[in-house]
């Protein structure tokens, strides 16, 4: 390779690192907010009372009116994702980072949503694919090690997408849309945040609340390692394999399809992606143990022992 040529490879791969590194503002009036949209032509959402209909028929306990299990329409590629606990905080997620990080973040299109009382239909394109969880134990350790790569170059990617400057006068932990948080571990305890959260400080206050409603943060010991200095990135936090879909055996050389259910999503510290991907996993697996590192990195000690400290008294 000649001068020129090597001079023309570095400054490509300058320009492509630096892309990858430029943040995504989020500007909240941006954002489709209606209570119902629709962003496809190709064919027409079915009713929410037609979605229950279908779930009846396809055996789906209809009774579970909080999150009950998706209805699918193979005829038309369709999932509706639909309950009392789904947010349309969680479709305009997934099309922001559908229309922002295409390139590098597959998520399936999102073709509306509708609210009927208090439930919420997102409806979104049906993927091809199979779970993570279901092919993991199939893997060679080089497909392993690959699968680890892409995930984590699209963690890397996501983390781009930041708040609007002339949104705060600092990163608030909130849902893409500046909803309050709708981490598992908040409904869990029963103590869902009814507002953004407008520092780190506050976010770890609310935390000790899951602990002792009697008992100030300082006056937990425990939680000593939630460090208020922490940065803000955006999570997905809920990284199970269940919710990477990869592809199909026999579709080519495995590789993720999509990355699915950002319900939970947000702006959390910067610790969080891998403290809460630790928690769902098997605890002493290797995807625990050696793989999962590879993606999230490991954690701050004191920070974890906290979190884990905070999870264990919301069990």
């Known amino acids: 390779m000649d001068a020129t040529a090597e001079q023309t490879a570095e400054e490509t791969a300058q320009h492509?690192?630096?892309a990858t590194q430029t943040p995504i503002e989020v500007h909240l009036e941006d954002l489709p907010s209606n209570e119902n949209c629709t962003f496809t032509e190709q064919f027409e959402l079915p009713s929410p009372a037609e979605v229950r209909a279908r779930a009846e028929e396809?055996?789906?306990?209809?009774?579970?009116?909080?999150?009950?299990?998706?209805?699918?329409?193979?005829?038309l590629h369709l999932l509706v994702k639909w309950g009392e606990g789904v947010s349309i905080a969680e479709g305009q997620t997934i099309r922001f980072i559908s229309r922002n990080l295409q390139a590098s973040v597959p998520v399936p299109q999102i073709y509306g949503w509708k609210t009927d009382g208090n439930q919420t239909f997102l409806y979104m394109e049906l993927v091809a694919g199979d779970t993570l969880s279901t092919r993991w134990p199939t893997l060679s350790s080089p497909e392993k090690d690959h699968?680890?790569?892409?995930?984590?170059?699209?963690?890397?990617?996501?983390?781009?997408i930041v708040q609007s400057p002339s949104a705060?006068?600092?990163?608030?932990?909130?849902?893409?849309?500046?909803?309050?948080?709708?981490?598992?571990l908040f409904s869990d305890a029963l103590s869902l945040p009814t507002a953004p959260f407008p520092s780190v400080s506050a976010f770890?206050?609310?935390?000790?609340?899951?602990?002792?409603?009697?008992?100030?943060?300082?006056?937990?010991?425990e939680l000593h390692?939630?460090?208020?200095?922490?940065?803000?990135?955006?999570?997905?936090?809920?990284?199970d394999q269940s919710n990477i879909l990869v592809s199909t055996v026999g579709d080519g050389p495995v590789r993720i399809v999509a990355v699915i259910d950002w319900?939970?999503?947000?702006?959390?510290?910067?610790?969080?992606?891998?403290?809460?991907?630790?928690?769902?996993?098997?605890p002493g697996s290797e995807w625990v143990e050696k793989w999962l590192p590879k993606v999230v990195g490991t954690p701050d000690e004191e920070y974890h022992y906290a979190f884990e400290f905070i999870s264990l008294a919301v069990l």
């Open 16 to 18: 492509s690192s630096a």
């Open 58 to 75: 396809q055996g789906i306990d209809t009774l579970r009116s909080f999150r009950p299990d998706p209805v699918i329409y193979p005829e």
């Open 147 to 160: 699968i680890c790569d892409q995930l984590r170059t699209m963690l890397q990617s996501w983390r781009r």
């Open 168 to 184: 705060q006068d600092g990163p608030t932990l909130s849902a893409l849309n500046g909803q309050p948080l709708r981490d598992i």
């Open 204 to 221: 770890h206050d609310h935390l000790a609340t899951l602990v002792s409603s009697k008992r100030s943060r300082p006056e937990i010991p």
């Open 225 to 239: 390692g939630l460090n208020d200095s922490a940065a803000v990135v955006f999570t997905h936090s809920d990284l």
């Open 263 to 282: 319900h939970q999503s947000g702006w959390y510290t910067a610790d969080w992606e891998a403290l809460k991907a630790l928690s769902v996993g098997e």
